[in-house]
């Protein structure tokens, strides 16, 4: 397996450190595709009703890991509501999951095809808890110096809080 890059989310989305161990999220060619693979802290939040592998674009809600991948001179990217592809056209991805203890990995391929051309940035995001106690975590937060009170994540519509690098 040829690895790519290794990251861990060692920031809130607002560039508070997190109180835990990182989630850490590997990508690889897969050939057919990028492989990620993501493991880190299980924060035994409840579970989603999707079947796994199909699209749903409520998983933001749940305990969650994500990647970004942006066109910056077209604005389009892919990530868990895919900008670059309309509503309609939400794909099935393959993936694996397997909780054990208070861990947990994940396993995806993501066919090239799904990709907008010329991706040229990319950000890393993890959510997790209910309601007023969930926490959001960027890969590249907005730096304190930027924060605008009364700004909040909405991973629905990451540009407002688009931080990627090249």
Known sequence: MNIILIIAIQHTWDSNPVDHEPIRVAYSDGKAGLKIEVSGPFFKGFHPPAEPGLPDLSLRIYEVASSVFLDSTKNNYLGVFPHYLTPQQLLPIEFTT????DTWQGQALIPWTYFPPNVNKMNCYASHG????????ALYPVPKEDRVEGLYPDFVFESDLWRGKA
């Open 98 to 101: 397997t909780i054990t203890g």
């Open 130 to 137: 209910i309601r007023e106690n969930r926490t959001h975590e």
